[in-house]
């Protein structure tokens, strides 16, 4: 039998920009890739065949959600995650942290982990490290994370530091429960808010314990986007250049081209989906609200350039018709749409980079996102 191996490997450099490719057990990753996310076992209004369609390579679960419901040892008696939703590709879930830390009142953290009660019951659970890689384990996840604790923002140097390095105990716990499998990974964490020192030392811990990936969190919680891109600009050249790179959480199309162009391979965000479902959609000449009258009697497609159901064959009139309608419809075709948008947004980075041509591909997408969507009936 021939061993699958998790490895990256990168295929052209533009800049700080990378094309590459990660390799695992549930087949190939194109990177500069964006998984959407499929919280609880689903992309929200879409089917798996559906989402591969729209070009994904990867979707992300969320062991938190999951863990409460299904359950994840009824997941891993139905067979694993991949097998529980027919998305045979390969699956990242998040450890669980983030979900944890926003519970505020309904949780308690010390050394060992974090205790917290059940949004959905008040039944009280325990989360550690050790825990978290048990469930992850049990969904079968491609890609396991680490545990960590989501640093808040705003947060001063001494929160941020003693918040980043229990987060490094904790990876280095997550590193000796993790399941060591042909093909699947495990990714550490770097945390330290927006301090160069802290997000420095939580990458020489991260090293020196040794993951097959690397993520980049505790951004995207409020410090904004300019905060962001500095902190990416003096984290991802420290990181491992032979590893593919994650930025958690992120985020709006500006945002992953951004990323892209500061190093970051990986993105996940709950944004085209969440959109789709709220009547905004995301185009080439920027996003816009299906809602607005002006579309009632608007024959053209969302956006003539793409490929998904909702351009390929119905109109603006008629989706500003189904969000007034309250119809189920609507939601499911921008959110494909949305999702379409970001893996075309995604796959043109990759030739870009190929080419040799990202800054080009940075100043046409700013310059028509600026253009807006102005163009006349």
């Known amino acids: 039998m021939t061993k699958k191996i998790f490895q990256f490997d990168i295929h052209a450099t533009d800049g700080a920009a990378r094309q590459g490719t990660v390799k695992t057990a549930h087949g190939d990753i194109r990177t500069p890739a964006f998984m959407p996310v499929g919280t609880v076992g689903t992309v929200k209004g879409m089917t798996p065949e559906a989402v591969r369609e729209t ?23 139905l067979g694993g995650l991949h097998k529980f939703m027919n998305w045979q ?11 944890v830390m926003s519970l505020n009142e309904l949780r308690k953290i010390d050394e060992n982990g974090v205790t917290f009660k059940s949004h959905i019951d008040g039944k009280r659970f325990e989360l550690t490290p050790e825990r978290s890689m048990e469930i992850q384990n049990d969904l079968d996840a491609t890609i396991t994370m680490a545990f960590d604790e989501c640093t808040p923002f705003p947060a001063d140097h001494k929160t941020a530091a003693d918040s980043m390095r229990m987060s490094m105990r904790w990876a280095k716990r997550s590193r000796d429960a993790f399941e060591h499998r042909d093909g699947y990974g495990l990714f550490g964490i770097v945390q330290g808010s927006i301090y160069e020192d802290l997000r420095h030392e939580s990458i020489e811990a991260l090293t020196d314990i040794g993951f097959e990936g690397y993520a980049i969190g505790g951004l995207a919680v409020g410090e904004g986007q300019e905060n962001m891109f500095k902190a990416l600009e003096f984290t991802t050249p420290n990181m491992p250049a032979d590893k ?37 959609g995301f185009t080439r000449l920027g996003t816009v609200n299906m809602r607005n009258a002006r579309h009632q009697e608007d024959p053209r497609p969302l956006d003539e350039k793409c490929g998904c159901p909702a351009c390929r064959s119905y109109s603006r009139a008629y989706l500003h018709h189904l969000f007034k309608a309250k119809e189920i419809l609507g939601s499911v075709l921008l959110t494909w749409h949305n999702i379409q948008y970001y893996q075309d947004l995604m796959a043109g980075m990759r030739a870009a980079i190929r080419d040799g041509e990202m800054a080009d591909f940075a100043l046409a997408f700013h310059t028509a996102q600026e253009q807006g969507d102005i163009e006349p009936i």
């Open 55 to 77: 070009g994904a390579d990867i979707i992300l679960g969320n062991t938190y959600h999951l863990m409460l419901r299904p359950g994840s040892e009824r997941v891993k008696k």
């Open 89 to 99: 590709r390969p699956i990242l879930t998040d450890s669980g942290g983030f979900q």
């Open 244 to 280: 593919p790179r994650y930025l958690m959480g992120v985020g709006k199309p500006d945002d992953l081209v951004g990323g892209v162009m500061r190093g970051v391979d990986m993105f996940d965000c709950v944004l085209p989906t969440r959109s789709g479902r709220n009547a905004q």
